[in-house]
């Protein structure tokens, strides 16, 4: 099974999780798009986890040099001033 992480508009998501028709056959085209262009999960990844409440949980502890785990999926760049 693959998971893929997918950035959709909230609108999109409403739109979808509200429709009543189900797909039959094919799914729409703009849904093939935004599955296509979304991050899929390498096979055994660990736990996907907000380093930012690690901060908030252990302010004194200098934590940051000692998370060097790859990135799976990049920062809301809206929230980096939060940090």
Known sequence: ?????????DEDYKT???SK???AGEPPMYLVWIIRAGQVLPKG???????NELFT???EIAIEPY??????IEADKENDDER
């Open 1 to 9: 099974m693959a998971r893929i992480v997918i950035n959709i508009s």
């Open 16 to 18: 979808i999780l509200n």
């Open 21 to 23: 028709m189900p797909y």
């Open 45 to 51: 990844h660990g736990d996907l986890i907000d380093r």
């Open 57 to 59: 949980e252990y302010p």
């Open 67 to 72: 998370i060097n785990a790859p990135i799976v």
